[in-house]
């Protein structure tokens, strides 16, 4: 158990809704990673927040946002959902704001849209 | 951007013999290069990292050497076992735009 929590596990949803997926980092743990996980796209970068602040964009679509509140969980929301982000979706904490600080990942929301 | 291709995409390995994954990347400017491992249904795990300061890095029965010229850089694992048995990641981040890139993994098995 790494110490990161994401809820929820599974979440099965129509093209066109929106959906929030929450992570919470390990305790201490200042930064928020956000990845994709599909199976033709492999691990893709989503976003990094630390200490409430957006840090680093990877391919995130427009139609996705996140955000950290003050007690340092995090959301990602996704809008206007489409078949292909069916996908795993995984946060990751670290304590610093250097990548190179070890990500400690949760179990991942695996994300079903029908 | 940066682009990261990693080969084998999948790597049989009799146990006890060594196994290489190898990852190229585009961008000279990417400076640390994580490898993270995923056992089946599980989340990735870092197993080992290098910064572009340095070529080599040991840590037991894993390597990572670094080929900053040729920007090119591989895992070796050496006297694999079982539970060696997953997907490996590698990826390059840059520090400048702080993207961390990955590549579209290995699987690796290993026959008893």
């Known amino acids: 158990d790494s110490g990161v929590t994401q809820t929820p596990k599974h979440l099965i949803t129509a093209t066109g809704q929106r959906v929030t997926l929450r992570c919470s980092p390990r305790?201490?743990?200042?930064?928020v990673y956000w990845y994709q996980q599909s199976l033709d796209q492999g691990l893709q970068f989503l976003i990094q927040y630390y200490n409430g602040e957006e840090r680093a964009k990877g391919n995130i679509l427009e139609r996705f946002s996140a955000q950290q509140f003050p007690d340092l969980h995090s959301e990602l929301n996704l809008s206007s959902l489409e078949l292909g982000d069916s996908a795993l979706y995984f946060c990751a904490s670290s304590a610093g704001l250097a990548v190179y600080n070890e990500q400690f990942f949760g179990p991942g929301t695996r994300l079903t849209v029908l | 951007g940066e682009n990261v291709e990693q080969h084998p995409s999948t790597l049989s390995v009799q146990e006890g013999d060594s196994a290489v994954i190898k990852c190229t990347y585009s961008?000279?400017?990417?400076?640390?290069f994580p490898w993270y491992k995923q056992e089946l249904g599980k989340r990735p795990q870092l197993i080992i990292d290098?910064?572009?300061?340095?070529g080599e890095k040991k840590d037991q029965r894993i390597a990572v050497t670094l080929n900053k010229t040729a920007k090119h850089f591989s895992l070796h694992i050496t006297e694999t076992q079982p539970e060696d048995s997953a997907v490996y990641f590698c990826a390059a981040f840059n520090f400048g735009n702080e993207k961390l890139t990955f590549g579209t993994g290995t699987r690796l098995t290993i026959i008893p």
């Open positions: 961008d000279s400017a990417s400076n640390y």
């Open positions: 290098i910064r572009s300061n340095v």
């Open positions: 305790s201490g743990d200042l930064s």
